[in-house]
């Protein structure tokens, strides 16, 4: 993704948030405090930074007068009690762009710092760790970057940019072979083809198919092995399904090439984050 989709993204994002909290009234509380005001956005809790962009795009929406300033670039470590962002200007838009703002930086540098914990796992190996489709609805530019933030590969952005055989298009077409040959009949010659496997005698199919990626999927850590020596090199080798953070390590000894991981935006939990007004 380019930095302009990116921020892009962040400021719709941004503005359906805000649409949510302020929906077109302003902040009744806030409103009551004029002048100029300061404030940090501090960590109480180690992490690693994601969402300048969108926090950056929140106080730009409620006040183009606001300025934040990043003391923590997107993608670097922080300890807790370290400043990460300060913010300047009208108090009341500081107080109305607070909770958007944290609710941002909060979430998303949580998929960044659980990212981050499964990418150190898979060091040393070949083996990348990768993001799936499984995101919020409307973050998805957002989470997609904050796995990138944490170390890790978006993978595919949506179903328009990759060909992925999956279990319910071999249903649909009565067969892996079958399922291959009508997705590769209506996409480009540039378009790699992936093929979701659940057994051995699959991933023979698949490869006997000419699929470029083999995605196994649910497959314990023997079988796993025993499809990456079968492959032989004449696929990438992608697993899924059930990944968690004390399993990576022994997947990624046995010679795959992805690792993909919906928790990393389903389980990620929230790095805990606060706005402190500067007296």
């Known amino acids: 993704m380019t930095a302009r989709c990116y921020r892009e993204a962040a400021h719709e994002a941004a503005r359906r948030a805000l649409a949510e909290d302020l929906a077109g009234y302003g902040d009744i509380t806030g409103a009551s405090f004029a002048g100029p005001g300061a404030a940090r956005v501090v960590?109480?809790?180690?992490?690693?930074?994601?969402?300048?962009?969108?926090?950056?795009?929140?106080?730009e929406l409620v006040d183009p007068r606001l300025e934040v300033t990043q003391a923590i670039a997107d993608g670097r470590a922080f300890a807790a009690g370290v400043t990460l962002a300060t913010l300047r200007g009208p108090l009341a838009a500081i107080l109305a762009a607070e909770r958007t703002g944290l609710n941002f930086l909060c979430r998303l540098s949580g998929v960044a710092t659980l990212t981050a914990r499964y990418v150190a796992e898979a060091a040393g190996t070949d083996a990348r760790i990768a993001a799936t489709r499984k995101t919020t609805p409307g973050l998805r530019a957002l989470e997609k970057q904050a796995v990138v933030h944490g170390g890790g590969t978006p993978h595919r952005f949506g179903l328009f940019d990759a060909a992925m055989v999956k279990d319910n298009h071999i249903a649909a077409a009565g067969g892996l072979r079958p399922a291959v040959d009508l997705v590769r009949a209506g996409v480009a010659h540039l378009h790699a083809l992936e093929v979701e496997v659940d057994t051995l005698d699959q991933l023979d199919e698949a490869l006997e198919a000419g699929a470029s990626i083999v995605l196994l999927d649910n497959m314990d850590t023997p079988t796993v092995r025993a499809a990456v020596e079968r492959v032989a090199g004449r696929a990438l080798v992608e697993v899924s399904g059930g990944v968690r953070l004390e399993r990576v390590r022994e997947l990624a000894a046995t010679g795959v090439n992805v690792i993909s991981v919906g928790a990393l935006t389903t389980r990620a939990p929230w790095i805990d984050l606060s706005l402190d007004l500067e007296r």
Do not use: H, N, Y
């Not at 109480?44 to 795009?57: C, F, N």
């Open 43 to 59: 960590a109480r809790e180690a992490g690693v930074l994601s969402g300048a962009a969108a926090l950056e795009a929140t106080a």
